[in-house]
């Protein structure tokens, strides 16, 4: 049974660091693809980062604030935010899209076939 579970979200002030962490099992884990999404109220996912045995992929809005990154040997992907602003405050949520072959869009939620239940993250201004 494939198990993505998240963990790291908390409340920073504008300006601050937080890390994510996605932790997957039930999967022979290492040659997928995997993804960082958020969804704030109101709003609909949207694809953050993900990382493939490729190359990793950011939204315009994160560039160079946000870095995924991931350790095959511990089954983990990483979302390292910094200079969080309040607009991204969202719950977060990890994806993974297995056996990855083939082109996908990084950033489409369809794309992915699990998900973790998310980590929520407050930035306060």
């Known amino acids: 049974q494939v198990q993505l579970v998240e963990s790291g979200g908390g409340s920073v002030q504008a300006g601050g660091s937080l890390r994510l962490s996605c932790v997957a099992s039930?999967?022979?884990?290492?040659?997928?693809?995997m993804g960082w999404f958020r969804q704030a109220p109101g709003k609909e996912r949207e694809g953050v980062a993900a990382i493939n045995l490729l190359r990793t992929y950011y939204a315009d809005s994160v560039k160079g604030r946000f870095t995924i990154s991931q350790d095959n040997a511990k089954n983990t992907v990483y979302l390292q935010m910094n200079s969080l602003k309040p607009e991204d405050a969202a719950m977060y949520y990890c994806?993974?899209?297995?056996?990855?072959?083939?082109?996908?869009?990084?950033?489409?939620?369809?794309?992915?076939?699990?998900w973790g239940q998310g980590t929520q993250v407050t930035v306060s201004s």
């Open positions: 039930g999967y022979t884990y290492g040659r997928d693809c």
């Open positions: 994806a993974a899209k297995l056996f990855c072959l083939g082109y996908y869009n990084p950033y489409d939620p369809a794309a992915y076939n699990y």
